[in-house]
């Protein structure tokens, strides 16, 4: 028996149901939940009775020191947001790419990493173009193969929200850097689900929203920032955004000596206070432990849908496969009227392209796999 990694009883929803679906609104586990009524009954709703201008301006030091460690950054680099496209929209105006240059992504990446520049290309000098993915071709071997010395920025998710591919970021900076290209990571489906290392891809901003495999509400998120990048007037500046907040100079534009700068106002700092317990409870199970256990619940997966008609956008042994997202498509199976089925039986799984979403989190086990194919098998 495959059992979960974590305490199945800090998430009530599991009392009810079997949850397959942590690539769009994860499951929050008790700890972080308990932390945000916890703020919100002792400091939130008081105002600024138990809560001073110092004190509000260190909400972010814990969030900040262990997303860095869970992005395997330094501090200095981690700028905390409202979202993971709070930067992103940023990025056309803080790089500005040459006139005449290219955008490269992937044409079936999630929209808020491209909507921003097909914008921008809408006013500027810029060429859209976009990369397809199949599941029969290597994704990294078609973004750098479609990298040239026109390429100003290429951005792309770690791994695919609709087919779980993920990229070998590794390579890709290696493109990128031949040709000049400032390189975009999402990190948003694969931070909490798989190590991350910006330290090591150094690419040029990678960024994550604060929820699904995180364990996170939403209404907060974050970017690692290249230590260049520290040097520029972030292009929506914010009060936040000063070495002293409080110092409210009107006439100034005072920018924190770090990646603090990036951040714009007052936030969800009761999504603050959940993500940064669910983080430490991440980062005490450890990332390669968290993949290694949907591994092997991915590999169960494979094993048991043999001849059922239900098969993966990539196979278990695709480098580029990875075992937290599956997706699953039949030719002769009719994916609404299945996934309708699956959750008249309490299963939950998501709908993306055409295909079934299976995403496996920490607090899965063989129990909830099994069910799963029993209702596949069963149409």
Same mark, same amino acid.
């Given at each position: 028996?495959?059992?979960?990694?974590?305490?199945?009883?800090?998430?009530?929803?599991?009392?009810?149901?079997?949850?397959?679906?942590?690539?769009?609104?994860?499951?929050?586990?008790?700890?972080?939940?308990?932390?945000?009524?916890?703020?919100?009954?002792?400091?939130?709703?008081?105002?600024?009775?138990?809560?001073?201008?110092?004190?509000?301006?260190?909400?972010?030091?814990?969030?900040?020191?262990?997303?860095?460690?869970?992005?395997?950054?330094?501090?200095?680099?981690?700028?905390?947001?409202?979202?993971?496209?709070?930067?992103?929209?940023?990025?056309?105006?803080?790089?500005?790419?040459?006139?005449?240059?290219?955008?490269?992504?992937?044409?079936?990446?999630?929209?808020?990493?491209?909507?921003?520049?097909?914008?921008?290309?809408?006013?500027?000098?810029?060429?859209?173009?976009?990369?397809?993915?199949?599941?029969?071709?290597?994704?990294?071997?078609?973004?750098?193969?479609?990298?040239?010395?026109?390429?100003?920025?290429?951005?792309?998710?770690?791994?695919?929200?609709?087919?779980?591919?993920?990229?070998?970021?590794?390579?890709?900076?290696?493109?990128?850097?031949?040709?000049?290209?400032?390189?975009?990571?999402?990190?948003?489906?694969?931070?909490?689900?798989?190590?991350?290392?910006?330290?090591?891809?150094?690419?040029?901003?990678?960024?994550?929203?604060?929820?699904?495999?995180?364990?996170?509400?939403?209404?907060?998120?974050?970017?690692?920032?290249?230590?260049?990048?520290?040097?520029?007037?972030?292009?929506?500046?914010?009060?936040?955004?000063?070495?002293?907040?409080?110092?409210?100079?009107?006439?100034?534009?005072?920018? =924190?000596?770090?990646?603090?700068?990036?951040?714009?106002?007052?936030?969800?700092?009761?999504?603050?206070?959940?993500?940064?317990?669910?983080?430490?409870?991440?980062?005490?199970?450890?990332?390669?432990?968290?993949?290694?256990? =949907?591994?092997?619940?991915?590999?169960?997966?494979?094993?048991?849908?043999?001849?059922?008609?239900?098969?993966?956008?990539?196979?278990?042994?695709?480098?580029?496969?990875?075992?937290?997202?599956?997706?699953?498509?039949?030719?002769?199976?009719?994916?609404?009227?299945?996934?309708?089925?699956?959750?008249?039986?309490?299963?939950?799984?998501?709908?993306?392209?055409?295909?079934?979403?299976?995403?496996?989190?920490?607090?899965?086990?063989?129990?909830?796999?099994?069910?799963?194919?029993?209702?596949?098998?069963?149409?």
């Amino acid at each position: 028996m495959i059992s979960s990694l974590s305490d199945r009883a800090e998430y009530s929803s599991l009392a009810d149901a079997i949850y397959l679906n942590q690539a769009s609104l994860g499951l929050m586990g008790q700890p972080a939940v308990t932390a945000m009524h916890t703020y919100l009954d002792d400091i939130g709703r008081h105002g600024n009775m138990n809560l001073t201008d110092a004190e509000e301006v260190a909400l972010f030091t814990p969030l900040r020191e262990n997303a860095a460690a869970l992005m395997n950054c330094a501090p200095e680099q981690l700028a905390i947001m409202f979202s993971a496209g709070d930067m992103l929209n940023q990025l056309p105006s803080l790089f500005q790419p040459r006139a005449g240059s290219k955008f490269l992504s992937v044409s079936t990446d999630f929209p808020a990493i491209t909507r921003p520049w097909i914008a921008y290309a809408e006013t500027h000098d810029l060429e859209l173009q976009f990369v397809d993915e199949r599941g029969d071709t290597d994704l990294t071997d078609a973004l750098i193969a479609a990298i040239d010395d026109r390429t100003s920025v290429v951005a792309v998710s770690y791994v695919q929200f609709s087919t779980g591919s993920r990229s070998d970021i590794h390579r890709l900076r290696d493109a990128t850097r031949k040709v000049g290209a400032r390189l975009v990571v999402d990190v948003t489906q694969a931070a909490g689900a798989v190590p991350i290392d910006t330290r090591g891809w150094q690419a040029d901003i990678v960024v994550c929203s604060g929820y699904k495999w995180l364990g996170g509400h939403g209404g907060v998120g974050f970017a690692v920032v290249a230590p260049d990048l520290l040097l520029h007037t972030p292009p929506a500046p914010g009060w936040m955004g000063a070495a002293d907040p409080f110092d409210m100079q009107a006439t100034r534009l005072p920018l =924190a000596g770090d990646a603090r700068r990036f951040t714009q106002s007052t936030m969800s700092y009761i999504s603050m206070a959940g993500l940064t317990v669910a983080i430490r409870e991440l980062l005490a199970m450890g990332a390669p432990k968290i993949e290694a256990h =949907a591994r092997t619940l991915a590999s169960l997966l494979d094993e048991e849908l043999q001849g059922t008609g239900w098969t993966p956008f990539r196979a278990a042994h695709d480098r580029a496969a990875s075992s937290h997202i599956i997706t699953l498509g039949n030719p002769s199976g009719d994916v609404d009227t299945t996934l309708g089925n699956i959750r008249d039986a309490n299963i939950v799984c998501g709908n993306r392209n055409g295909r079934i979403r299976v995403s496996i989190a920490h607090f899965n086990d063989e129990s909830d796999i099994r069910a799963l194919v029993a209702q596949l098998k069963h149409g």
